[in-house]
């Protein structure tokens, strides 16, 4: 199984602030098409998860610029340019390309400093 | 605009069995692959099915292999999980996810649907 590590676990961020959360798959998701299969979700506290991103850095409908995502391969950076209040909550990557199974990192907790 | 709700959670006995529904609406069900997802109180995500659109091939996580069939019917707009010997371990709620295009995998999740095994 593909193994999702994201760092770090817990993310304590001043509002305002920036704020970065890495993913490392432990294969290249890298798929034959061409574009690699790597998404971001946002699941806010009481919440079901929420896509934000798509194949590494598309952001999906409605989703605030402040968010972009970014990497290749096997190394991902999900990044919040300024932190608001509505950010907190934990956020998974997740891989599809190798499966059975479809797995998540343990996800990053962020909170408000 | 794209809706997914379960139904079906609850308290059930360990070695006991529950069926969990998703109701779809807002898109045409029987061009998606579908998900069940799972979160165990305070931990994170594991995905545990997936079928394709026309349901003819399905896919589980060794957790539960054996243990639950995922299945849908396309004239009801439907999925739904049938979870057979229950266990403590499988407490957890329960989400359907959709699969946009077969390659993302995920991208809408229902609101979930808790279940509890215990005695």
């Known amino acids: 199984d593909v193994v999702m590590t994201q760092s770090p676990l817990s993310l304590p961020v001043t509002l305002g602030q920036p704020a970065s959360i890495s993913c490392r798959s432990s294969q290249s998701l890298l798929y034959r098409d061409g574009n690699t299969y790597l998404s971001w979700f946002q699941q806010r506290p009481g919440q079901s998860p929420r896509r934000l991103i798509y194949?590494?850095?598309n952001r999906d409908s409605g989703v605030p610029d402040r968010f972009s995502g970014s990497g290749s391969g096997t190394d991902f950076t999900l990044k919040i340019s300024r932190v608001e209040a509505e950010d907190v909550g934990v956020y998974y990557c997740m891989q599809g390309v190798y499966w059975p199974p479809i797995t998540f990192g343990q996800g990053t907790r962020l909170e408000i400093k | 605009q794209v809706q997914l709700v379960e139904s079906g959670g609850g308290l059930v006995k360990p070695g006991g069995s529950l069926r969990l529904s998703c109701a779809a609406s807002g898109f045409t069900f029987s061009d998606h692959y579908m998900s069940w997802i799972r979160q165990a109180p305070g931990r994170g995500l594991e995905w545990i099915s997936y079928?394709?659109?026309?349901?003819?091939?399905?896919y589980y996580a060794d957790s539960v292999k054996g243990r639950f069939t995922i299945s849908r019917d396309n004239t009801k707009n439907s999925l739904y999980l049938q979870m057979n010997t229950l266990r403590a371990e499988d407490t957890a709620v329960y989400y359907c996810?959709?699969?946009?295009?077969?390659?993302?995998?995920?991208?809408?999740w229902g609101q979930g649907t808790l279940v509890t095994v215990s005695s």
């Open positions: 079928i394709t659109s026309s349901g003819s091939a399905t």
């Open positions: 194949q590494v850095s």
């Open positions: 996810a959709r699969d946009p295009d077969t390659t993302n995998k995920v991208d809408y």
